[in-house]
T-cell receptor, first 113, second 108 residues
């Protein structure tokens, strides 16, 4: 079974631009979560989607948004990029909201110049 | 607010030198505790899920245990390929909360 895929793998943007990252979950998984990972803060939860609905949201500014499509694929968007947004963005999928193991994709490395 | 603290932050071992990594947690209700392994530049790779105190799980040279306040990841006779960052996370019936990880380096 194919794992979680994320595109693109690497991105370089400049301050003020916006970016969209994509995540395709494992087949049959309906829940997708997004995380930001930085050396100083570790893995921080951004948001979780299930059945096209946002179920939980972490403590991030409104510049960070996401959505999920009917095929469970998800996208996250960051608008008005700041230098501090440089990070590894990870997507994870699981079967659903009843508590299950999350499986991670390889991540998208975003660099903001 | 759920909290996870991992120690030590970094650990250097000689090949064959067994040791343990610690994950202390504070959560109002625990649905599950997870261990992941992460190699540089890659996404976390799932290792174990533990659900209740007293539970143990093993995989090759790794063994994870759980008490009501902490979890241990025991590494027996490690090899250089075990070098990675090991992450602990708790599911407190809302979202996963991760610790900052233990960076393990095993020298030949």
């Amino acid at each position: 079974k194919a794992g979680v895929t994320q595109t693109p793998r690497y991105l370089i943007k400049t301050r003020g631009q916006q970016v969209t990252l994509s995540c395709s979950p494992i087949s049959g998984h309906r829940s997708v979560s997004w995380y930001q990972q930085t050396p100083g803060q570790g893995l921080q939860f951004l948001f979780e989607y299930f059945s096209e609905t946002q179920r939980n949201k972490g403590n991030f500014p409104g510049r960070f948004s996401g959505r999920q499509f009917s095929n469970s694929r998800s996208e996250m968007n960051v608008s008005t990029l700041e230098l501090g947004d440089s990070a590894l963005y990870l997507c994870a999928s699981d079967l659903g909201p009843e508590g299950d193991t999350q499986y991670f994709g390889p991540g998208t490395r975003l660099t903001v110049l | 607010e759920d909290q996870v603290t991992q120690s030590p932050e970094a650990l250097r071992l000689q090949e064959g030198e067994s040791s343990s990594l610690n994950c202390s947690y504070t959560v109002s209700g625990l649905r599950g505790l997870f261990w992941y392994r992460q190699d540089p530049g890659k996404g976390p790779e799932f290792l174990f899920t533990l659900y209740s105190a007293g539970e143990e799980k093993e995989k090759e040279r790794l063994k994870a245990t759980l008490t009501k306040k902490e979890s241990f990841l025991h590494i027996t006779a490690p090899k250089p390929e075990d070098s990675a960052t090991y992450l602990c996370a708790v599911d407190g019936y809302s979202t996963l909360t991760f610790g900052k990880g233990t960076m393990l380096l095993v020298s030949p």
